[in-house]
């Protein structure tokens, strides 16, 4: 299959498979497309060591890294600030109402010997802001990565600058036609149009509608579909809208490689297709997840609302390793608590079991090609 996005980054198949666990990125990239790393919860030294496995394992086939640079954030106007002064900026009320929670739910405090960093970190690790993204960057360009992509707001100069000397290209995700324009003044080379079915960070706006209208607006700059996409005929529906190929995300939390906590993968087997939400609570920022007793509490009249980016995910992060320590323990609470960032495919057969990341990917291709000979059919003479 050859698209403007296959012959960008050199792969064989338009499947571009974002995933936190390195074994999912290879595994996609060994199977003929793009496995792009989620990093924002890496710590430089993981990233390096992560970055250099993948490549170990990919013998030379490309991969590319995904990391979270948007424009505004608490900080922001002074260039960011450390995480200890961050951290005084957290309201007490905020702690009290969150220890208050956990207590209910009788999720038990994390032991002394609790190792942090790396990407065991989770939400409370992210990292946002130019003064620790900046070790970041110098990982990513010491290695041979093939796409870079910017996944809140436009890639800032520096960002474009230093890809492009590298010789590398760079993504953008837009939720809104709006924001794919301004991708494309920035100097993207790619724009991935997903729509509010994604998983994650997500607008408003449903992928069929979305697509049409981004390929239209920056053309001829190649655009991938995203959101709601995880089997062969969504795949040639992202085509026929006029993408160059998908961003796939949510589809591989199930698979035999992901990293995704047990007990949360067994709810992402079990739900339906109504049972996300989007909600701020992880992030700071809008991101669909599965519903739980946890997105509710935070949505309650009785809770303190949500602190914007990186304040969030800096209030809740050792909360969810408490949670995420025990989920799985049968009677625990902690089950019903227990969530992550999820699409809204999640009720459906691509993720109904669990599966090799090489057989999503050859599956997905397999039906797609039975999808457009189905569409063949309907203008023969």
């Not at 609790?114 to 409370?124: K, L, Q």
């Not at 995700?173 to 079915?197: F, M, N, P």
């Not at 408490?322 to 960032?341: Q, S």
């Amino acid at each position: 299959m050859r698209t403007a996005a296959t012959e960008l980054v050199g792969i064989d198949v338009p499947i571009f498979a974002f995933s936190h666990c390195r074994d999912v990125v290879a595994a996609v990239t060994n199977a003929g497309g793009l496995g792009v790393l989620g990093a924002v919860a890496h710590t430089p030294e993981q990233l390096d060591i992560d970055l250099a496995w993948i490549e170990e394992e990919v013998k030379g086939r490309p991969y590319g890294v995904d990391l979270l640079v948007p424009e505004k954030f608490a900080g922001s106007e002074s260039g960011g600030l450390d995480r200890a002064a961050l951290g005084d900026l957290l309201p007490a009320g905020h702690r009290q109402w969150l220890d208050g929670l956990l207590d209910r739910y009788g999720i038990p405090p994390l032991p002394a010997d609790t190792p942090t960093g790396g990407r065991s970190s989770g939400v409370g690790g992210m990292r946002v802001d130019p003064k620790s993204m900046a070790p970041l960057l110098d990982v990513l360009f010491a290695h041979k990565t093939k796409l870079v992509a910017s996944a809140l707001g436009p890639p800032p100069p520096h960002f474009i600058e230093r890809a492009h000397g590298a010789g590398i290209p760079v993504a953008a995700l837009a939720g809104s036609v709006e924001h794919a324009i301004k991708h494309k003044a920035a100097g993207a080379d790619l724009v991935v149009a997903q729509g509010t079915e994604a998983g994650g960070h997500t607008g408003q706006i449903a992928t069929m509608v979305l697509v049409p209208e981004v390929v239209d607006a920056v053309g001829p700059l190649p655009v991938l579909a995203a959101g709601g996409i995880g089997r062969g005929r969504q795949l040639a529906a992202g085509m026929a809208l006029g993408a160059d190929g998908v961003w796939c995300g949510s589809v591989w939390l199930t698979t035999e490689e992901a990293e995704t906590n047990p007990a949360v993968k067994e709810k992402f087997l079990r739900a339906g297709l109504g049972d996300t939400v989007r909600s701020r609570s992880m992030t700071g920022k809008p991101a669909r997840m599965l519903r739980s007793p946890w997105t509710e509490e935070w949505e309650s009249a009785e809770g303190p609302g949500t602190l914007p980016m990186p304040l969030q995910p800096m209030l809740v992060g050792e909360a969810q390793a408490r949670i995420n320590r025990v989920a799985g323990t049968p009677g625990t609470p902690a089950n019903d608590l227990a969530t992550y960032f999820v699409g809204q495919i999640v009720g459906s057969a691509s993720m109904s079991t669990v599966r090799p990341s090489r057989r999503v990917v050859l599956e997905m291709v397999e039906e797609f090609v039975e999808a457009v000979e189905r569409l063949n059919r309907f203008v023969e003479s």
